[in-house]
C-alpha cells in the first residue's frame, strides 16, 4: 500500500519577480519526505519537470488549491521508484523537498490564484524566471532551516537547478541534472512560440482574461501535442500509440483520424488540458524557452557563470537519454566539455533507451545505481 503523504503551503508573501512586479499573497505548494537532521545537513531539493507537480512520493488525492485540475493521473508520486527507504532518494537517509513552481497551477500561486480584488490573476501574473523560482525556493528552505543541500533537476528542472545553483554556491553540495543542457536550441524556441500561439488563437482564450468554467481547452490540447513529441522517442512512436484509431474527443470539427498515432497525440492532448491550465503554461513554458544562464546571472559568457560553480567546487553529474529529442546526447555532451574546460567538477553518463526524454519518468531503475552512489559519494 502506497504512503499517504499530504502537500503543506509555504506563505511567501509579497514577492518581487524579475520583472519588477510585486505581488502580495503568494505561497508555494511544496512536499517533504524523510526526517530532516538535527544539523540539517542531509536535505535533498528536488525540482519537478515542466508541467509535473510537487507531488513525488506516495499518494496524495487531495490538493484543494488545484482545484479541478488535480486529476486521478496526479495521486501518485511522480518518481515513487526513486524516493523511499533503501532507494536512490533514501528517506531514512536524506530528507527531500519538492515545491510547485511559481506560476503553475498546483497549489502554488499562479494566473489562476485569486486576486485582491476577487477576481483571478489571469493574464496578469508576471512571466516567470529561473531566477524567480530559485528566490522563491530558497526561500522555502530557509523557512525550514536549511542552509546547505544538493539538488536533482530533471528536464526544465536541472535547467533551474543551474540558475540555483549560480544564485546561491555556498548552499549547493552537488548537482544531478537528467535529460538537459545549459540552454534550449532554436528548435525549442520556435516550439515554444508554436505552443504560445496555438492557445493565443483559440477563440476561449480572450486575451488571457477567460474564465476557468470556460478555458481554451482546443489551443491548450494543441500546445501540448506540439511539444508532446519532443518527450517521446519518435521512430517508436507507432508501436508505443495504441492499435486502432479512436474518436478525436471532439478536439477536431472535420478531419478524422486516420492512424493510431494521431489518435495517440489527440489522447495525450486532450488529457493534458483536463489536468492544467492555458495561462500557466505560457509561463512555464515561456520560462524553458527564456532560459539564459549569462543573461540570468549577468556574467559575459557560459564559461564565465561556471566558473562560479568551479570557484564554490560544486560538483555535477549529469544524464543524457540516448532516444532523446528534447535535449540529445550530443547537446549534453557538449555542455559536459563546457564545464569541464571551466574546471568544474562533471560526470556524465549516457542513458540507452527506447523511451525517449521521458526515460526519467517510465524507467528509473536505468538511473537508480548512479544516483545513488553519487549522492552517498558526495553528501557523505
Known sequence: MEEEVISHIYPLGKFRFESGDVLPGMQLAYETYGTLAPDAGNAVLLFHALT?????????????????????????????????????????????????????????????????????WGSRFPMVTANDQARAQVQLLESLGIQRF????????????????????????????????DFPPIEHKLSVFEQIAAIELDANYCAGRYSLTAPPVRGLALARIICHKLFVFQRGLEKRARRGVTSPNGLLTWYTPTRNTES??????????????????????????????????????????????????????LYSIDTDCCFTPRQISFFHRRLLKAGVSANYVRIHSRKGHDSFLLEPELYEQGIRSYLNRKND
Open 52 to 120: 509535473g507537480s510537487h507531488h513525488a512520493h506516495g499518494r496524495n488525492t487531495t490538493l484543494p488549491e488545484a482545484g479541478r485540475f488535480w486529476q486521478p493521473e496526479n495521486y501518485d508520486g511522480w518518481w515513487d521508484h526513486m524516493i523511499g527507504p533503501g532507494k536512490p532518494l533514501d528517506t531514512e537517509r536524506y530528507f527531500i523537498v519538492c515545491a510547485n513552481f511559481l506560476g503553475s497551477c498546483y497549489g502554488s500561486s499562479g494566473p489562476c490564484s485569486t486576486a485582491p480584488d476577487g477576481e483571478v
Open 264 to 317: 495517440y497525440m489527440i489522447h495525450q492532448g486532450s488529457k493534458f488540458a483536463k489536468r492544467f491550465d492555458a495561462n500557466s503554461y505560457i509561463r512555464i513554458v515561456n520560462m524553458w524557452a527564456s532560459f539564459d544562464l549569462p543573461s540570468l546571472s549577468g556574467e559575459s559568457s557560459l564559461q564565465a557563470a561556471y566558473s562560479v560553480y568551479a570557484r564554490h567546487n560544486i560538483p555535477f553529474l
Open 150 to 181: 544538493s539538488v536533482v533537476g530533471p528536464s526544465v528542472g536541472g535547467m533551474l537547478s543551474l540558475a540555483l545553483a549560480h544564485m546561491y554556491p555556498e548552499r549547493v553540495k552537488s548537482a544531478i541534472l537528467i535529460g538537459v543542457s
